[in-house]
């Protein structure tokens, strides 16, 4: 699983690469966007990690050239607060996700695997959470090696959980993805799936839990984090 | 210093220009009556050599040859009338008297010398039955019966024509000159007023210039060449403040990435390592420093720039990505987050990451300062409100203004804050023009409530206190 780092500070281009190396990555570093188009020209990269302030260019003028070319590798970029702010938009226009500096190294390879997870993601088709692992094509779901069953819907709740893993999954977004606008939605219709759901995982042992943020959504958190 | 209405260029006008009306007006009735009374004087003294030559028309020789006044019989009866008035006395070259009226006046002017042909004025003091007071001329005429002297002498108040000539004219004056000046200095005034229009004008566009309005200029084409100047000054004083907060958000700019950088290689660095508690320590004395920075930076941003507060926001959508954000680092402290929306948009107008911000800082204060295991709750109201209620000690009521101050930071306090984030929140709510309250939460706690003015109608900011 080869990553491109695209980061004009050595140091920290540097303990971003070794992170990600122990994370079982290959990564090339980079310190601007003329040698980042170099690096794409030679290699292929399953996922890029963009940093937004480079010396020779902007790094949103980066990723808007390299989607009008047709490149669709998945990139999450790296920005401060502020330049969220003033470039939301931009962020709109081509990053599969972005982490506002600073972040957890942990929270940086957890947002890299979920991107290489996607449909069409070089992780391919399994999720992972703890010791829960979602293949995506065969729908089934294990804990360890023990097969759990799961009606249609359960496990496409657990699908949207497992890929925003450690994040807010809202109600409402698993309302509209789960149910047709024919089909008849009862107002307790995703908490009582969700407490099947749990059910299931906690009888089967499972490291990762299903939260509840009242009001919002679900999160799924593995134990570790 | 000036009270400030005398620096009123319409007062100083019309105080100046009713000064100079007095003044003209005063020496124009001056030099009038003055006028007046000279030309009075010499119409009394053509007067009296009329009168004089006209006596001297009707002397004649009488049938004894001596020279005799024979006036004619309306001039008589007019003599006959205002004696007391005019008098006359004729003397011969011998001195006699021909003929006098009344005849203590021929009898007076006897010992006088002859009167040659320049008229010679006198003055009688408290003569005649009524002591009144004289003035007169003698001139010397040619009649039939040679060379005469006559003496011819009015009652000084007999020109009482003239005075009351006068009066009338003065009266007059004394009415329209006022009502000439006022009507003047109305005009006057009205014509400063509309010429100052366009400097109102300008003057309402300079008090809109704000830090976020830096590029706006003064126009100066509608307005009086004296005042250009000043506004061409006025434009280049903005055009060095804007510079001024460019250079400033350079700064801001700068020091970010000169502070971030550093935090982020050691918060990288620490996060490679392996360790025990002490490199515990040391990652959350990084975080610390990491939201120190942020902070700082934040604080720094809302005073050099003001916030853009034009887009529609919904208060829903803003509370709910605080909770989504927020949420999962909630429960790795053993803590939850709720949301309760207001079921109905609540769109003011404002800055959505500022108020992001805003919430952020109250959820984790309240996260901070409540016991593991309870729920913080964020509510959204359809009112224009956000409020963040906790299960912690709750705000003391003294403290309730101080703890909005930079920095500060309560005796009992848990946290690793600056004490920033209610600054923040403060300043934030500032620019929304709404306003920041604190109360008790009835389950015990403090609520924090983010209040927005709705539809734009505006608030004056400020921080209340709440006891509920």
Redesign the interface.
């Known amino acids: 699983m080869r990553l491109l780092v695209i980061e004009d500070?050595a140091?920290?281009a540097e303990?971003?690469a070794?992170?990600l190396t122990?994370a079982g990555f290959t990564v090339d570093a980079v310190g601007g966007c003329e040698v980042a188009r170099a690096a794409f020209a030679v290699a292929t990269y399953d996922a890029v990690i963009l940093d937004l302030?480079l010396p020779d260019g902007d790094g949103l003028s980066l990723l808007q050239k390299l989607r009008s070319e047709g490149n669709q590798t998945p990139i999450l970029v790296l920005t401060?607060?502020?330049a969220?702010?003033d470039r939301?938009s931009g962020l709109d226009t081509g990053a599969d996700d972005y982490l506002i500096?600073?972040f957890?190294?942990?929270e940086l390879i957890a947002r890299t695997k979920a991107l290489l997870r996607r449909p069409g993601g070089a992780l391919g088709t399994v999720l992972v959470a703890g010791n829960i692992s979602f293949d995506t094509v065969g729908r089934d779901v294990r804990v360890g090696s023990i097969l759990v069953l799961l009606t249609r819907r359960e496990a496409a709740i657990l699908e949207h959980l497992m890929r925003r893993l450690?994040?807010?999954v809202?109600k409402t977004l698993l309302e509209e993805r789960l149910y047709g606008i024919d089909d008849e939605l009862e107002s307790n219709a995703i908490p009582v799936h969700i407490h099947h759901l749990r059910r299931k995982l906690l009888d089967a042992a499972g490291t990762a839990e299903i939260?509840?943020?009242?009001?919002?959504?679900y999160?799924l958190?593995d134990v570790e984090? | 210093m000036i009270p400030r209405r005398f620096r009123s260029l319409q007062v100083r006008l019309a105080v100046r220009l009713a000064i100079l009306y007095v003044a003209a007006t005063a020496a124009i009735i001056g030099v009038l009556i003055y006028r007046a009374y000279d030309t009075a004087g010499s119409l009394n003294e053509r007067e009296l050599s009329l009168r004089a030559a006209d006596l001297a028309r009707h002397i004649a020789v009488g049938s004894d040859g001596r020279a005799v006044l024979q006036l004619p019989a309306s001039l008589a009866a007019e003599y006959d009338s205002t004696h007391d008035t005019d008098i006359f006395a004729i003397r011969g070259v011998n001195g006699l008297v021909i003929a006098a009226l009344p005849q203590s006046f021929g009898a007076l002017t006897r010992p006088w010398p002859a009167a040659s042909d320049d008229p010679s004025f006198f003055h009688l003091k408290d003569f005649g039955s009524k002591s009144q007071d004289y003035y007169g001329l003698s001139i010397s005429e040619d009649s039939v019966a040679g060379p005469v002297s006559i003496s011819v002498a009015r009652a000084s108040g007999a020109d009482m024509l003239v005075h009351s000539l006068l009066r009338e004219f003065v009266m007059d004056i004394a009415w329209i000159i006022p009502l000439f000046v006022i009507v003047t200095i109305v005009i006057a005034v009205l014509v400063i007023r509309s010429g100052l229009r366009s400097v109102r004008e300008v003057s309402g566009m300079a008090a809109a210039i704000g830090p976020s309005t830096t590029s706006v200029r003064l126009p100066d084409e509608s307005l009086p060449s004296e005042v250009t100047p000043l506004v061409a000054a006025v434009n280049h004083a903005f055009d060095r403040l804007a510079e001024g907060f460019a250079v400033q958000r350079q700064f801001t700019a700068h020091a970010a990435h000169e502070l971030r950088t550093p935090l982020a290689i050691i918060t990288a660095a620490l996060d490679a390592m392996e360790g025990g508690e002490e490199l515990m320590k040391l990652r959350r004395d990084v975080a610390r420093m990491n939201r120190l920075v942020e902070q700082l930076l934040r604080v720094a941003r809302l005073d050099a720039v003001a916030l853009d507060v034009s887009d529609t926001v919904d208060l829903n959508d803003v509370a709910a990505n605080v909770v989504a954000a927020m949420a999962p680092w909630a429960l790795t402290q053993s803590r939850t987050i709720a949301f309760a929306d207001a079921r109905t948009p609540v769109r003011i107008k404002g800055n959505a990451n500022a108020i992001e911000d805003a919430v952020r800082n109250l959820v984790e204060n309240a996260l901070a300062h409540s016991p593991a295991g309870t729920e913080v709750m964020v509510v959204a109201k359809s009112q224009g409100s956000i409020s963040v209620a906790d299960r912690g000690p709750g705000v003391l009521l003294d403290e309730r203004e101080k703890v909005f101050q930079r920095f500060w930071r309560g005796k009992k306090s848990i946290g690793h804050g600056a004490g920033l984030g209610l600054a923040i929140v403060k300043e934030v709510m500032k620019a929304h023009r709404g306003s920041v309250r604190i109360g008790e939460n009835p389950e015990g706690g403090a609520v924090f409530t983010l209040v927005f003015p709705l539809d734009g109608a505006a608030t004056p900011a400020s921080v209340h206190n709440e006891s509920s």
């Not at chain 1, 939260?211 to 959504?217: A, C, D, F, K, S």
């Open positions: 500070e140091r920290i303990l971003l070794a992170a122990r302030g401060a607060r502020d969220v702010e939301v500096k600073p957890a190294m942990t450690g994040r807010v809202p939260h509840t943020v009242r009001g919002l959504g999160v958190t984090s």
